[in-house]
């Protein structure tokens, strides 16, 4: 089992930056594939970007460039640098985790989910 707690989260104008942090608990964290995803009010969840226990990232276009995940294994936590924000970027964000190795954008492939932090932007 395992739990994570994201936070981070707030209102900035657009143009501004945040970073998401996401604590996770469990002593196999390096081991999963961390993601994070974010939903709109009316819209489906959508990926925002990955992260593989070697380190390597996975982005959809809308965010490459702008966003940028890493992790902290010795922290237990998963961070999203957020620049650039638009008022597109304005959702829930939430933080997810698999133990597949495979690095992947869909929701359904994640086993555990935190609560989610909501991120405005302001035009």
């Known amino acids: 089992q395992v739990q994570l707690v994201e936070s981070g989260g707030g209102l900035v104008q657009a143009g501004g930056s945040l970073r998401l942090s996401c604590a996770a608990s469990g002593r196999t964290f390096s081991s999963y594939v961390m993601g994070w995803f974010r939903q709109a009010p009316g819209k489906e969840r959508e990926f925002v970007a990955a992260?593989?226990?070697?380190?390597?990232?996975l982005y959809p276009d809308s965010v490459k460039g702008r966003f940028t995940i890493s992790r902290d294994n010795a922290k237990n936590t998963v961070y999203l640098q957020m620049n650039s924000l638009k008022s597109e970027d304005t959702a829930v964000y939430y933080c997810a985790a698999q133990p597949g190795a495979t690095l992947t954008g869909r929701p359904g492939d994640y086993n555990y989910w935190g609560q989610g932090t909501q991120v405005t932007v302001s035009s």
């Open positions: 992260i593989s226990r070697n380190i390597f990232t």
